[in-house]
Antibody, heavy 122, light 108 residues
Framework: EVQLVQSGAEVKKPGESLKISCKTS????????IGWVRQMPGQGLEWMGI????????RYTPSVQGQVTISADTLISTAFLHWSSLKASDSAIYYC???????????????WGQGTLVTVSS | EIVLTQSPGTLSLSPGERATLSCRAS???????LAWYQQKPGQAPRLLVY???SRATGIPHRFRGSASGIDFILTISRLETEDFAVYFC?????????FGQGTKLEIK
């Protein structure tokens, strides 16, 4: 059974760093792209970017390029989303999700994590 | 980037009625690489339809996706109470893979 389990809720101050995780199981981690989606309070979904753990190829949406880093650790089948300096506007729920077909980046998101709530407040 | 515009913003219907949700792209979506998702409060989105018209695994037949050029439609033939939720379209044919702003389907 494919599962994506995300790390727990975080409360941080502006300027702090943060790394949230998405531990996967039930499939071969290195052969599927995995992505991150942001949902601000009461708002819609925003596709942030994707990574292919097989070769660490990474794509970002322009609005987050340089603001976050998507990474993966193949030894523990886990993807990460990292901020070096948080802003209040980063407060949101962050979902990880796997792309549907192996090897292809042109796929929808079929398996989702439960979401990680990040709150950034002074 | 491709902008997706969903309409209506809110749709009020009764169980048993037919729902028609629209998603219009700002430019051509390559090879109908368009998906629909359902999201209920406090839950992650769930993939319903991909490739504009293919149902994802386990999705009931009352959910049907269709396409005509840059216009995409999700039809729910006979609404059940569990179908009242927010629906998002997403294009994944070109990066970034953008989402529409969502349609809230509420009980009338």
């Amino acid at each position: 059974e494919v599962q994506l389990v995300q790390s727990g809720a975080e409360v941080k101050k502006p300027g702090e760093s943060l790394k949230i995780s998405c531990k996967t199981s039930g499939y071969k981690f290195t052969t599927y792209w995995i992505g991150w989606v942001r949902q601000m309070p009461g708002q819609g979904l925003e596709w942030m970017g994707i990574i292919y753990p097989g070769d660490f190829d990474t794509r970002y949406t322009p609005s987050v390029q340089g603001q976050v880093t998507i990474s993966a650790d193949t030894l523990i089948s886990t993807a990460f989303l990292h901020w070096s300096s948080l802003k209040a506007s980063d407060s949101a729920i962050y979902y990880c999700a796997r792309l549907r077909d192996s090897g292809s980046s042109i796929e929808p998101l079929d398996y989702w994590g439960q979401g990680t709530l990040v709150t950034v407040s002074s | 980037e491709i902008v997706l515009t969903q309409s209506p913003g809110t749709l009020s219907l009764s169980p048993g009625e037919r729902a028609t949700l629209s998603c219009r792209a700002s430019q051509s979506v390559s090879s109908s690489h368009l998906a629909w998702y359902q999201q209920k409060p406090g839950q992650a989105p769930r993939l319903l339809v991909y490739g504009a018209s293919s149902r994802a695994t386990g999705i009931p037949h009352r959910f049907r996706g269709s396409a005509s050029g840059i216009d995409f439609i999700l039809t729910i033939s006979r609404l059940e109470t569990e179908d009242f939720a927010v629906y998002f379209c997403q294009q994944y044919g070109s990066s970034p893979h953008t989402f529409g702003q969502g349609t809230k389907l509420e009980i009338k």
